[in-house]
């Protein structure tokens, strides 16, 4: 299905127009892979560099080699650089860009399977209501004072969010993307108006800037725990929606053609609807709600790439992760000493962007 495509014939041009040459088709895909990959190795890096500690980009592997021999060895760091400028690079720094890479890798591939599914260009890994979910329960935990337990309390009420949204798509008959949609706006709006009023009647004092900077999302104190979650989740459940291109293709053709090549609609929506959400809940639990990546970024490298998605998703993954590298940098360092939440900057950068790509495309059909 990949093949087809990637081989489907241009549409004829207009008497007249220029013959315009696709040159997306002849970069094969692993060396687009690996030019993304370099990209993101390079930004993650340099992000780690930037701050008020002078720092070097051989600092930066100078340490992470240090703590890998003393892994391996089973003894404690002798970090080269002195114990400040290690910790601020293994302790402060690197923890917090790798997760942004990580969030930004899973939400990028997120939004693209979740536009795949729905055949709407304008879902994202919330549609589902998730990120009101795991709102409602981050909020709940942080008024009560128990802000250790926010990532578990995220993740569950983003599974919350996700059985109410399918129960309620599935309750007269089967699942259609126009049901789920319409099923996650509804429980997106009553957990927001759970969470408005937990903030109403409960919120005091500080907490209100806790809330609203997990609201608007943010990486501010993300640790080596916070890297274990969403890197792990990306690179378990992430990789298996990775897989899944040549069935996300066929449902690019509607659930007819795609029932037609053998696919269980049904079975096969529910599956990689669920595996989406414990993506998200698991994203959403360690950095809040950040926008614009799941959407943006897809229809960004899709523009590129196309849309077979043996393509679509791995760099899809790998330029969502260095976006959010940056925009994370951006939020840390634009403003110092003072920070934003890096969901402002994702919003600034992403809704123009998406505006330009909406304003291509419909020249690009015009012009076609």
């Known amino acids: 299905m990949s093949d087809v495509l990637e081989r489907a014939p241009a549409p004829p041009a207009r008497a007249g127009a220029p013959v315009r040459r696709d040159a997306r088709r002849r970069v094969p895909t692993s060396v687009a892979v690996g030019v993304a990959a370099a990209l993101l ?5 340099l992000a780690v560099t930037v701050g008020p500690a002078d720092l070097a980009p051989l600092d930066v592997w ?13 003894g404690p760091a002798e970090p080269a650089l002195g114990l400040l400028r290690d910790g601020i690079v293994w ?6 860009v790798l997760t942004a890479a990580a969030v930004g890798a899973g939400l990028a591939v997120c939004g693209a399977v979740m536009q795949s599914l729905t055949r709407n260009p304008l879902a994202d890994p919330y549609l589902l209501g998730l990120s009101s979910g795991a709102s409602l329960g981050a909020v709940a935990v942080l008024v009560l004072g128990a802000g250790v337990l926010l990532p578990v309390a995220a993740f569950v009420g983003a599974l919350l969010a996700l059985l109410a949204s399918l129960f309620l798509a599935g309750a007269g008959g089967a699942i259609t993307p126009g049901r789920a949609v319409l099923a996650g706006l509804a429980v997106a709006q ?14 005091t004092g500080d907490s209100y800037r806790e809330i609203l900077a997990w609201l608007m999302g943010s990486l501010a104190g993300a640790g080596w725990p916070a890297v ?13 929606l990775a897989l899944q291109g040549r069935t996300l293709d066929a449902f690019a053709f509607g659930d007819t053609a795609a029932g037609a090549l053998g696919i269980d609609v049904a079975r096969t929506r529910w599956v990689l ?17 950040i926008g614009f990546v799941g959407l943006a970024l897809p229809h960004a490298v899709r523009f590129v790439v196309g849309a077979a998605h043996r393509r679509l998703l791995p760099l899809s993954a790998l330029a969502g992760a260095t976006f959010l590298v940056w925009a ?23 809704a123009p962007v998406f505006a ?13």
Not at 228 to 240: E, R, S, Y
């Open 273 to 289: 609807l669920t595996v989406v959400a414990l993506l998200t809940g698991a994203l959403v639990a360690v950095s809040g709600s």
């Open 91 to 96: 302790e402060l720094r690197l923890p917090r």
């Open 328 to 350: 994370d940098t951006a939020a840390r360092s634009a403003f110092e000493p003072r920070e934003l939440p890096v969901g402002i900057v994702t919003a600034f950068l992403g």
């Open 41 to 45: 190795v390079a930004s993650v890096t």
């Open 190 to 203: 009553l957990a927001s108006a759970g969470t408005s009023f937990v903030i109403f009647w409960s919120a």
């Open 356 to 368: 330009v790509l909406l304003w291509r495309s419909r020249h690009a059909g015009a012009d076609g």
């Open 228 to 240: 274990g979650i969403a890197l792990g989740a990306t690179a378990v459940l992430g990789t298996g």
């Open 62 to 74: 100078r340490s992470i080699g240090d703590h890998l021999a003393a892994l391996v060895g089973g």
